[in-house]
């Protein structure tokens, strides 16, 4: 069974908006998508930006470790020079004659000059590894105020696209007195019946006060929908033939058998939007039955069962 209920009559007054504010109404609203769109975009270019430096950062531990191999190599082969230099002079020390003493001056000087020519590679080899490793912090320091920067912009974003959400009433006269848009306030008991609610009618189905949270069909142009396991503050967007914008439903409390919340609707309809835009002085608001900005409506208790 379906019972419709009027809206309220607070909502029958509204005076007609200038054409002046309706005009800024529709540039705030374009500032706002321009604005969350360049969000989005420098997020994605972030996101980008911070996985060709994981790729650089990766290329650079791998060059770091082949020059870490190689001056293992080098290690190794000093330890067998150096052994091959001691065991030459205790040769040289059991012989007594001068040409003994000349071979093992001749072969500890070849020693020498070898020694200091890896010695020379060694140190070339550590300075490029001390280059890599600082430029690999560098990398690494970029990557991580990258990913704090992208990180603080999509929440800014988030947070600015979850300003519209009202978790409580005074939040709620708070959005209805920035007089952007309609919004009704309802609460629904668990019913088969369907409630009025300013452009939709809702019908309660399930609440779930352990998992906050709730079924609820809807009859929207003359088709009927549902809703299955909405999340608390979690906004349900409804495109109608006749708004302009999408309705919305939040729901900010569920008890037993029992939700509390609201619904926001646009103010004006396109064909009003387009008579303002084309020298039209004023225009009237969606809503049949308008509210001062400072009060909001309270729904009708539904009938019990």
């Not at 020694?115 to 890599?132: C, G, M, P, V």
């Not at 906004?235 to 033939?241: S, Y």
């Amino acid at each position: 069974m379906e019972e419709n209920l009027e809206p309220n009559e607070n909502e029958s007054n509204r005076e007609p908006a200038s054409f002046g504010v309706n005009r800024w109404l529709v540039v705030a609203v374009v500032a706002l998508i321009v604005a969350a769109g360049l969000a989005v975009g420098y997020g994605y270019r972030q996101q980008i930006a911070v996985g060709h430096m994981t790729a650089q950062a990766s290329v650079a531990n791998a060059t770091i470790n082949e020059m870490q191999r190689q001056l293992s190599t080098l290690t190794a082969k000093l330890n067998e020079m150096s052994a091959a230099q001691q065991a030459a002079a205790a040769a040289a020390a059991q012989q007594k004659t001068p040409v003994a003493h000349a071979n093992a001056a001749g072969a500890k000087l070849a020693a020498g000059k070898k020694s200091a020519t890896e010695n020379k590679r060694l140190k070339e080899l550590q300075a490029r590894i001390d280059e890599q490793q600082k430029q690999l912090k560098e990398t690494q320091d970029q990557v991580a105020k990258n990913r704090a920067d992208l990180e603080g912009n999509l929440n800014s974003t988030r947070d600015e696209l979850n300003g519209s959400i009202a978790k409580t009433h005074e939040e709620l006269v708070a959005l209805a007195k920035r007089g952007e848009r309609s919004y009704f306030e309802f609460d629904l008991t668990k019913s088969k019946q369907f409630q009025r609610v300013g452009p939709l009618t809702l019908s309660l189905r399930k609440a779930d006060t352990k998992h906050k949270s709730y079924d609820l069909e809807m009859i929207v142009d003359d088709n009927q929908l549902t809703k299955k396991k909405v999340n608390l503050y979690e906004p349900i967007w409804i495109h109608t033939e006749n708004d302009s914008q999408p309705v919305q439903v939040v729901v900010n409390r569920v008890e037993k058998n029992l939700v509390h919340g609201y619904v926001s609707a646009p103010k004006y309809k396109p064909s009003e939007l387009a008579a303002s835009s084309t020298g039209a002085a004023t225009v009237t608001p969606v809503a049949a039955h308008p509210q001062p900005p400072d009060q909001i409506p309270q729904s009708p208790k539904q009938p019990e069962q």
